[in-house]
């Protein structure tokens, strides 16, 4: 096992990347507080009593009144966060008693993505006005109070998946029944994201880019050169190359929209009965940004999948071609080629800075609950560094 | 390579370790059990995986010592004769690769981390300073060579089932041989 100098960063080295790679504040934060608790301790799993003692007293800050915890297990499912269903008896300031139940969602010391808790948190408020997302209640995101960062979200019934029996494997699509109830809800949610006005939303944790200028992509590009260079275990000069080419050729934002950075099939609830998609999750890379960026990552190839006549379907939902053009229908909003090609360039250069550089970094450190299934998201990173290959082709 | 072996095998003892042992009903004797030796499985396995290569050279060496010292007194009946003749046979055999120096799987990998560093360096000066030209030759060599690694690294992790198609790809033995002949 490759143990190197970048487990025990100096104080200066993690100043000098912040100069060189000027990103958002609350990225910026986020980055650099991971790096200061490197040296730290590994992730050990959490006692029950000590995390419902810890919440007990959160709550008992906010809550007027008696209340109880029960229920209190942990759930699966994630490569980042640790994540803890509870059911909570309380009374509301009508003075109703209500009995509801809740997602206490967890950063452990380090994991595959670092994010800021509050990014996540003001995202998720803003946008469910419009697409179905889990209500928001508290969020610690210094993780003063819980002892790490976290949010309390209300619990959604659903799955991630169709009902099926077997052996885990990555390629468990939709199939054609789920497909067709699914598909015409994801890309109108996608689409809802794209032209949701966000201008009234509370957004003080982000730093909303410039419209018509190319400054918010210089900065998204230097968060994830900045995570390579924190976390990355040894050189792979594919990402170098695109580095640069996508520092060329960073477009100007046409259109400042919230971008999920992870809506893909196994991010969103649905109910198996009907297949009305209940939530979309996993909101923690949240940026305000170019909505072509979430278009891209879902044409990724890792989560395509063959139909039954042998075509490839975008996200296991669609094909590519048909997906856009609903997408551009119901948005309102064009898809640029252009852009659309250099987000491709970007979010598969993003996606293997996490499985190339972070996922071993973590494992090595021992600093999350998920280093097996981090592990093995590495296995994956072949098909991504693929396409990013076939992506620069006739570019570079 | 990314992962490296240790580091997997790392991974499986804590997940037992953390997250499956305390998950078992206390009752399920036979699967703590068998959990509990895989623990240990693997914690000789991580000790193991990167010296088996050095092992099996330690061996050849002292068998060939051994071999050869028996040998070199073996005189006498047909029997003896004929197997001396078989012996020396299989000592000329493994003479040129005792005379090889083989480095550990530690330093090959760390000879690797180190090539690709300053491949990356060249790529930043040649951005930094280097004619158009330059430029735009080292640019197409990398990608020539990342396409040959990506294929090889496809066929290295074909098994995990991200594959859409994992048929279409070469076996890792038809990739390392023709990354071989290439090279």
């Not at chain 2, 009946?77 to 090889?100: G, N, Y």
């Amino acid at each position: 096992m490759i143990l190197d100098e970048k487990q025990h960063p100096s104080p200066a080295w993690i100043e000098s990347l912040r100069r060189r790679y000027p990103t958002e504040r609350t990225v910026d934060e986020t980055l650099t507080a991971k790096m200061r608790n490197r040296a730290g301790p590994r992730h050990r799993p959490q006692s029950i009593d000590s995390v419902i003692a810890r919440l007990k007293q959160f709550l008992g800050r906010r809550l007027s009144g008696t209340f109880s915890i029960t229920a209190f297990r942990g759930l699966a499912g994630g490569s980042s966060k640790e994540q803890f269903a509870f059911d909570l008896a309380w009374t509301d300031s009508a003075g109703v008693a209500r009995r509801d139940t809740y997602v206490l969602r967890m950063a452990p010391a380090e994991s595959i993505v670092a994010t800021h808790a509050l990014r996540e948190f003001q995202a998720m408020n803003a946008v469910r006005a419009a697409i179905p997302v889990p209500a928001v209640h508290w969020c610690d995101p210094e993780g003063a109070e819980l002892g790490q960062p976290a949010l309390i979200a209300s619990f959604c019934e659903g799955v991630t998946r169709p009902p099926r029996e077997g052996a885990y494997t990555p390629r468990q699509g939709f199939g054609p029944k789920y497909r067709a109830l699914l598909a015409p809800q994801f890309v109108r949610y996608l689409a809802e994201l794209a032209k949701f006005d966000w201008r009234s939303s509370d957004v003080s944790a982000f730093d909303p880019p410039a419209v018509d200028s190319n400054e918010g992509v210089i900065k998204a590009i230097n968060w994830w050169e900045r995570v390579w260079e924190e976390d990355c275990v040894e050189r792979y000069p594919l990402l170098t190359l695109a580095a640069q080419w996508l520092r060329d050729n960073a477009p100007p934002i046409d259109h400042v929209s919230f971008v999920h950075r992870d809506f893909r099939g196994g991010n969103f609830l649905f109910r198996p009965a009907d297949g009305k998609i209940t939530a979309i999750l996993d909101w923690e890379l949240v940026q305000l940004g170019d909505r072509h960026e979430d278009l891209a990552y879902l044409c990724s190839p890792l989560f395509s999948e063959i139909d039954e006549n042998g075509v490839e379907l975008i996200g296991g939902l669609y094909p590519r071609d048909e997906f856009i053009r609903l997408y551009e229908a119901l948005s309102g909003l064009p898809v640029d080629p252009v852009r659309l090609a250099y987000y491709d360039v970007f979010s598969l250069w993003r996606g293997s800075i996490h499985v190339l550089a972070t996922a071993p970094r973590i494992m090595m450190g021992e600093k999350t609950h998920q280093d097996i299934r981090v592990g093995w998201m590495i296995s994956a990173t072949p098909l991504t560094l693929s396409a990013l290959h076939r992506a620069l082709k006739g570019r570079i | 390579m990314v992962p490296d072996f240790a580091l997997r095998i790392h991974a499986m003892i804590r997940s037992l370790r953390d997250v499956v042992l305390p998950a078992l009903p206390k009752n399920e004797m036979l699967a703590i059990d068998q959990a509990n030796i895989l623990v240990g499985y693997l914690g000789i396995m991580a000790e193991q995986h990167d010296r088996v290569f050095e092992y099996l050279l330690v061996e050849l060496s002292e068998y060939a010592e051994l071999l050869g010292a028996l040998v070199e007194d073996a005189h006498g009946a047909p029997s003896i004769e004929d197997a001396a003749a078989k012996a020396r046979a299989a000592l000329d055999m493994a003479a040129p690769v005792l005379q090889m120096s083989i480095p550990r799987q530690g330093e090959l990998s760390a000879l690797i981390r180190s090539l690709k560093e300053s491949v990356d360096e060249l790529l930043l000066a040649a951005r930094q300073d280097g004619t158009p030209a330059y430029r735009q030759a080292s640019r197409k060599r990398v990608m020539q060579q990342a396409e040959r690694q990506i294929l090889r690294e496809r066929a290295w992790f074909r098994a995990s089932g991200f594959e859409l198609e994992p048929s279409q790809l070469p076996s890792i033995k038809d990739v390392l041989l023709l990354n071989r002949n290439n090279s």
